[in-house]
């Protein structure tokens, strides 16, 4: 009966051991919430169809400025690392620093430019309908 006593305490002290009050310490932070891309256009509807999601990671070296394309989908991201000017056909520019988030044109021509020393690391989240380019080159 007493190692049954002593089983008892030991699990309960393991069980409220166990217990935190981590809840207390998560912290969320909105980066973003909006209905526009970063030049001040409205988001389009989402196209009907099956809908694919994409992630990626983009490293852009030093001193390179990406190709002009544009994207048929809504996409976000944020900047990890460095800092990317963003420019438009219309020559809207955006600058952008690390930790900062990016909304992306839709269907408008622009690029991508690392002025930088350092590479730019930026995750993207592309919200497409499956079997459509995330980006089309010109």
Not at 68 to 77: R, T
Request: aromatic residues 8%.
């Amino acid at each position: 009966m007493k190692k049954l006593f002593i089983l008892f305490c030991f699990s309960q002290i393991c069980i409220i051991g166990c217990k935190s009050n981590k809840i207390n310490d998560i912290e969320v932070t909105t980066l973003v919430k909006t209905t526009e891309s970063w030049n001040g256009k409205q988001l389009p509807k989402y196209p009907d169809g099956n809908p694919e999601i994409t992630i990626l990671k983009i490293i852009i070296p030093p001193k390179t400025k990406l190709p002009l394309h544009k994207h048929p989908n809504i996409n976000a991201g944020i900047l990890l690392k460095g800092e990317l000017t963003v420019i438009s056909e219309a020559n809207d520019t955006l600058y952008l620093k690390a930790g900062e988030p990016i909304v992306e044109l839709v269907n408008t021509w622009h690029f991508g430019r690392n002025d930088g020393t350092e590479p730019v690391e930026i995750i993207v989240f592309y919200l497409g309908i499956q079997g459509t380019p995330i980006t089309i080159l010109e």
